[in-house]
Structure formats: C-alpha cells, structure tokens
C-alpha cells in the first residue's frame, strides 16, 4: 500500500524537524571544538576501582572502566569541550552506588588532561593534570609523575639531564625541553633504583611514571603527543581495565537519513508514472 503524499510529507517534515532540534540540544556549558582526557588509578595501596566520565549534568557515563587496578592509565578519549566529572567507585559496584571520589574540571578546544587517583589509600584523591601536546619543533617534552609509595621522594635523571631532585610521593613536574635521541631514564630512592630505556623521537612529548613494582621500584614511559598530535592509544603497558561497553549510537544520524529518505521517497511518488 503507498502512503498519501500528505502522510509522506508530515513524516519527513517530522523527522527533520527532530534532527534540527537535537542538533541544537547542546549540553550546557559546551563549547565547540574538542579535547582530550584519559583516567590513571596511581595509588599503590588502593585497590581496583571502576572509573566514570560523565558530561556535566548528565547522569549517562560518557566512558567507563571497570576493574582499573594501580599504574593503569587508560587511552586518550576525545571528548566535546565542556564540563565534565569524573567519579571513582568501588571494583564491582553498581553504577549507582555513592562514588568513592569525585572532581569536575572543564574541557577547552585542543587541550588534553590526565586525571589519576593520587596519593595513598586514606587520603585518596583525584588529580586533574593538564597535559601539553606542542613541542618546539626538533625538541622533546618530557615529565615525571611520582606514583611510588615505596620510595616516598625519588629523583629522577637522563643520561646527561637531571629531571626532578627529591621528588615527593604524588607530585608531578612540570614538562621540560631535553634533546630526542636515545638515553637511559634512571631512577632513584633511598633505598631501590630503577633503569629505562628510551628513544625520543624528535617532536614528542613523554610522560615518566615512577610506580611500585614487584619488590622493587620502575619506570613507565607515556608518549602523549608526536609531531603536535595527541596520541589516542598511548595507555602504559600494565593491563588496562576492562572497558564497558559505549553507549548506544548517537540517533541524530538516523533521524537525517530517515528525513532524506522520506523526502526522496515523496519525490518518487510524485514522478511515478502510472502504468496498466
């Protein structure tokens, strides 16, 4: 049966009309452009936790990670700029349940954040790190993130560069120039050292994580951006947290296709010619 060319009509104008307005339903405090976050769990003696992103106001988790043990840091997510929050439950627990922790910040066009639970168990925090992603172009960015609570201050050198001197548990520096071109990043405590190899290529930017490893102290090396781009799948090699499964589709797209086939199907009827 063919619909009547009203019908056709009323349903394309409908379904226009429903991707124009969601179009327009913004999120407040939105602003065009994107950025970047990725989450960190990098406190030694807390235990696993499930992490949620949301858009500010939103209770619908943008991202989640379930299971996100210590010296986890996940990928680069891209996001809109915005509000948003990030909360902390218990492994396991309903999404429901009161967070253990949580933070909002803000978002800005063409910037990128880490936010890491920081600090030891009883005094739990979540830490908002602003990330860059330029670089002097030839040179190399690079930072140290103190996460060790074995070694409580640590100094942290390359082959020829000093990088932090007595650096406390839960501190980060800031990012400093050094030459690309292969080195060695040495750690050191009081008590326990540790040794990475490293080849910095020119235009990067790394982030140094001292962590705690099994009786013994290590080094993790971050790349965030090259060549003036984040990089979106740069998570430390310790076993990312399960990711849950993304939010269903975004519904404007299908609205628009659903609009314009309405609108052609309209046309068709028009120009059909009638045959016996």
Do not use: C
Not at 244 to 270: F, Q, S, T
């Amino acid at each position: 049966m063919r619909l009547p060319r009203k019908a056709l009509r009323a349903a394309a104008t409908a379904a226009v009309t429903a991707y124009a307005v969601l179009l327009g339903a913004v999120p407040a405090g939105a602003s065009p452009g994107g950025g970047w976050v990725r989450l960190a769990h990098l406190s030694p003696n807390a235990p696993a936790v499930d992490v949620y992103l949301y858009s500010f106001g939103s209770p619908r988790a943008r991202l989640v990670l379930h299971h996100v043990s210590y010296g986890t840091v996940s990928p680069y997510e891209q996001v809109p700029a915005g509000d948003y929050t990030v909360s902390m439950r218990s492994a396991g627990a309903a999404a429901t349940a009161q967070p253990l922790l949580s933070t909002g910040f803000r978002v800005s066009a063409g910037q990128a954040y880490t936010v890491a639970g920081m600090g030891p168990a009883a005094g739990l925090r979540l830490q908002v790190l602003n990330d860059t992603l330029t670089v002097p172009s030839g040179q190399v960015l690079i930072r140290v993130i103190q996460a060790s609570l074995r070694e409580h201050v640590v100094s942290v050198r390359l082959t020829t560069r000093m990088l932090a001197r007595r650096l406390d548990f839960a501190s980060t520096t800031p990012y400093q120039p050094v030459a690309a071109g292969s080195t060695v990043a040495h750690v050191a405590g009081d008590t326990e050292d540790a040794s990475l190899g490293m080849s910095l290529r020119p235009d990067t930017v790394h982030t140094l994580v001292v962590l705690d490893g099994a009786g013994h102290l290590r080094l993790t090396d971050l790349e965030d951006a090259a060549g003036s781009a984040v990089r979106p799948h740069g998570g430390a090699a310790t076993g990312l947290g399960g990711m849950a499964p993304r939010p269903a589709g975004d519904p404007v797209p299908w609205l628009a296709v659903v609009g314009a086939g309405l609108l052609l199907a309209g046309g068709a009827w028009r120009r059909r010619i009638r045959t016996p």
